[in-house]
């Protein structure tokens, strides 16, 4: 870990920054005293959304045409264009 005065944390900040990225923790001391750390700020994650479940199948049936399963008209659409 390393600890640099104010003022020479003033002087060096490019170079408290580059170590404290490098993962090397940086304390800052005045008068031989820490008085602040320096660390990485995290980066922010994005919310999260719920999925409802229940619009997903309202969905589903909406789209559902009742009389063959999509992947029985895609089949006969291949079908029909090989013949």
């Known amino acids: 870990m390393s600890e640099y005065s104010i003022a020479m944390a003033k002087d060096q900040l490019p170079r408290i920054i ?3 990225l490098d993962g090397e923790a940086v304390t800052i001391t005045r008068r031989g005293r820490p008085v602040a750390r320096v660390i990485p700020i995290e980066p922010e994650r994005p919310a999260t959304r719920r999925i409802d ?3 997903l ?3 589903r049936e909406a789209g559902s045409t009742g ?4 992947i029985d008209t895609v089949q006969a659409m291949r079908d029909d ?3």
Not at 67 to 70: A, F, G, L, N, S
């Open 81 to 83: 264009y090989r013949y």
């Open 57 to 59: 199948r309202r969905l």
């Open 18 to 20: 580059d170590r404290m």
């Open 67 to 70: 009389k063959t399963p999509v």
């Open 53 to 55: 479940v229940q619009a």
